[in-house]
């Protein structure tokens, strides 16, 4: 599946949502209809990707949680949405309290009533010097009865389900390679369902070598270490090799798994106090290649942490042991 | 669902995989037999509806998931039957207490069952 096929299904989406406002009295015969049809051309894959994309939007658009829901759900749907129209609400409402009442009496009917779904909560985290997102970093969430933990995705974002049997007391911790653990005391019943964490960066080690004896320190070859839950890790093993020049600039070259591709890479770094500044070409096994950037802080003389460009311009975490 | 079933999708789709590692996690925090796409979809926001229903669809290519249809009734709860494929559903239905209704401007919800 590809950007051409989402795309084939956004359009048959708006082909069966056209149809379908055309004639709203026969939605089951038309939806036969076109099912038939995509699946007498070959499309019945696509044709039910299209019934669940439209259930899905349509849920959404039931109740959109922020204004950029809305627009997006809207753009899926068509310009001018019926239920944005008066008649369609004057037609509704009146069965809309009994919709409601119908579905939470008959149909949902959760296995332990204490742990229903309330609410999501969002947890950000933060660089806190560049406001960057941090990917990877471990977010655990404390409540009254019990924790749980996730890992940030590219967005520097955990998201948790949060149910009645958590109270409203929680904590928040989160960690990440090369930052300052910090946990914070949330209200549940007032925070709303976005919490921000800013990490710091960890404080320079004073072990940490200077000027020429720092090159010294980055000559020679670096391992990729693995931290952290290994079905989150973006990077999982790779070497990278650094070779001071006499201008006191360093090559670089670096082979590694990333993203489920093996990836190769050669740049330029400069060393400026404990922070290598990494500049790089990479190709990766399926073809695709990218100029990138990376940066790493020396943490002691064999343990390198920072972050690489990945192809999508976002940053893929790495922390490096020193081999040789 | 088991995490190697899910490495295996997400080596064979890695375009989808954070989607997939997000459907997985949701799936694992929700344990009833069948899944409704709009539930999923008021859950996890932050992926792309299309993107959402392909990793969906991916699942039941890999057999995690059953696709059934069901059908909306009148008072807009969910009828009790479930059709493998859309152009199953006759034009009458009963709804929850037994009454025969017209499924003409009925609605078609695509739900999904884990696989056994």
């Known amino acids: 599946m590809n950007g051409g096929q989402e795309n084939e299904v956004d359009k048959l989406l708006h082909e069966l949502n056209q149809r379908v406002l055309a004639d709203p009295k026969n939605k089951v015969k038309i939806i036969q209809e076109f099912y038939s049809e995509q699946l007498k051309a070959g499309n019945g894959n696509a044709a039910a990707t299209t019934l669940i994309v439209r259930s899905i939007v349509t849920a959404r658009e039931e109740s959109p949680t922020s204004e950029a829901a809305r627009e997006n759900t809207e753009a899926k749907v068509g310009a001018i949405p019926i239920w944005k129209k008066p008649s369609f609400w004057a037609a509704v409402l009146p069965s809309l309290a009994a919709v409601i009442v119908g579905y939470w009496q008959f149909v949902y009917k959760p296995a332990h009533p204490d742990d229903s779904p309330r609410s999501q909560l969002s947890v950000f985290v933060r660089n806190a010097r560049t406001q960057d997102p941090i990917v990877n970093a471990k977010v655990s969430l404390q409540t009254e009865n019990n924790q749980r933990e996730q890992t940030t995705d590219s967005l520097g974002s955990a998201m948790f389900h949060i149910t009645k049997v958590d109270g409203t007391d929680w904590r928040i911790y989160s960690s990440c390679d090369g930052y300052e653990k910090r946990n914070i005391r949330v209200d549940g019943a007032t925070v709303g369902n976005k919490v921000e964490l800013a990490l710091s960066e960890v404080a320079r080690s004073s072990t940490t070598v200077k000027g020429t004896a720092a090159l010294d320190t980055i000559k020679g070859t670096w391992e990729v270490v693995s931290t952290g839950d290994a079905h989150n890790l973006r990077i999982q093993k790779g070497t990278f090799d650094f070779a001071p020049q006499r201008d006191k600039s360093i090559l670089a070259s670096a082979t590694f798994h990333a993203d489920d591709m093996d990836v190769k890479s050669s740049g330029t770094a400069t060393l400026q106090g404990d922070r290598l500044s990494l500049s790089f070409s990479a190709t990766n096994s399926a073809g695709g290649s990218w100029n990138g950037l990376g940066d790493f802080t020396l943490l002691s003389p064999s343990r390198l942490s920072g972050r690489i460009q990945s192809k999508r311009g976002d940053d893929i975490p790495v922390t490096l042991n020193k081999v040789n | ?116």
């Open chain 2, 1 to 116: 669902m088991s995490q190697s079933n899910l490495d295996t999708l997400v080596r064979e789709h890695p375009e989808y995989r954070q989607e997939i590692r997000k459907v997985g996690s949701w799936l694992d925090s929700h344990p009833e037999s069948t899944i409704n796409p709009k539930v999923v979809g008021k859950d996890l926001r932050e992926i792309d509806s299309t993107q959402l229903a392909f990793v969906l669809m991916l699942l039941v290519q890999a057999g995690f998931l059953k696709l059934t249809y069901k059908v909306t009734t009148p008072s807009g709860v969910m009828a009790d039957g479930e059709f493998d494929d859309p152009t199953h559903i006759p034009e009458k239905l009963t709804d929850r207490w037994n009454r025969p209704f017209d499924t003409t401007d009925a609605d078609v919800v695509p739900v999904f069952r884990r696989a056994s």
